[in-house]
């Protein structure tokens, strides 16, 4: 095996379905409290939990599907913009780690792993917009899919915020800007023209965001769950080596190429924006969907860059913390 860090991909695949193994048999007790009452508020998210609901097994196979999607386009990303200085497949398992180990993989779970399939697609074609020949399709379909993202989660809204920092990052002028926000508000402008001629009003679905919104900032904080301390291990490990990846980019941000610096500070606003609804007492554990995402690419990119034990045992630390949560549950503090 070697390095663990850098393990093959047929070692890190198995690692990859162990920890999924451990995680789904597990699903139901850890989080589960605190995921209570936090259902999906918008359209399309109903109809994928009603469905998961009434199909658990389906919505089981169909999680464990998108997660390996997912993590499969991440490293496509990592790959076609040199996030990256040597191969490694280390993005997986940080995925599914925090995106399934943090969180309960049960039916109000399924929406939130479509909505990070469609925001993961979503930074993948913003990255591809990112040329010197203007590239009007990925701009457009990148905004698309993150206003789909919306009907789903009203959490997602946070990526609002995301849309005009990509344009400046990238440099769009004034009519990629129109694309731009031509193809975020598309879907909620069907979505509502659908709802109206169902005989609803037409700010009907507006509405409904707006009031997901709103419970963010109302809705009552459960504590249990979040205050085990092997999970509080992991994320204090998880965010300081997030904190040490942005520090050491940024000292080598001169010797850098510029589609990876553009990359990594990309994701580096795309933590920051999942990173939100966890300051908001509405916050729930399947918000750790969300910020898996930019943490599988910040994690890695300062963890492959180290070498000797040291980098190796706060991976190893990282998954044990993970494993000892989800084996023994109810080790919560207070």
Same mark, same amino acid.
Not at 15 to 38: E, H, I, R, Y
Not at 143 to 156: E, M, V, Y
Not at 164 to 187: H, M, N, Q
Not at 245 to 270: E, G, H, N
């Given at each position: ?24 048999? %597990? ?27 009434? %199909? ?24 076609? %913009? ?58 457009? %379909? ?150 898996? $995402? ?19 045992? $706060?991976?190893?630390?990282?998954? $044990? ?14």
């Amino acid at each position: 095996m070697g390095n663990v860090i850098r393990l093959s991909l047929g070692w890190t695949l198995l690692l990859f379905f162990l920890l999924l193994l451990l995680f789904g048999t %597990n699903a139901g007790v850890v989080g589960s409290v605190p995921a209570t009452g936090f259902f999906m508020d918008m359209p399309i998210g109903v109809l994928l939990e009603r469905f998961a609901a009434g %199909n658990p097994v389906t919505g089981a196979v169909l999680d464990s599907l998108l997660m390996l999607i997912n993590s499969g386009l991440l490293i496509r990303i990592v790959s076609r %913009n040199m996030i990256l200085a040597d191969r490694s497949y280390l993005s997986i398992v940080v995925y599914v780690a925090i995106g399934a180990g943090c969180t309960t993989l049960g039916y109000s779970s399924l929406p939130v792993f479509v909505l990070s399939f469609l925001m993961i697609s979503s930074f993948g074609l913003m990255l591809s917009s990112f040329r010197r020949v203007v590239r009007y399709g990925d701009l457009f %379909n990148s905004t698309l899919l993150a206003g789909i993202a919306l009907l789903i989660w009203s959490h997602a809204v946070v990526y609002l915020l995301l849309l005009p920092v990509s344009l400046i990052i990238f440099k769009k002028d004034g009519r990629e800007c129109i694309v731009a926000l031509t193809g975020y508000v598309l879907p909620m402008a069907i979505c509502s023209y659908v709802y109206w001629g169902m005989g609803h009003p037409i700010s009907y679905v507006f509405y409904q965001l707006c009031e997901g919104i709103v419970a963010m900032f109302n809705a009552e904080f459960v504590p249990q769950g979040w205050l085990h301390p092997a999970l509080l291990l992991f994320w204090g490990i998880a965010l300081t080596v997030c904190v040490l990846s942005v520090i050491s980019s940024m000292k080598r941000a001169p010797t850098l190429r510029t589609r990876t610096y553009k990359a990594f500070v990309y994701f580096l606003w795309i933590l920051i924006c999942s990173l939100l609804p966890f300051c908001l007492p509405g916050r729930s554990l399947l918000d750790c969907v969300l910020i898996s $995402v930019p943490m599988a690419i910040l994690i890695p990119s300062y963890l492959v860059r180290l070498h000797g034990w040291i980098p190796q045992t $706060v991976y190893l630390l990282m998954l $044990v913390a993970i494993v000892v949560y989800n084996l023994f549950p109810d080790l919560t503090i207070g």
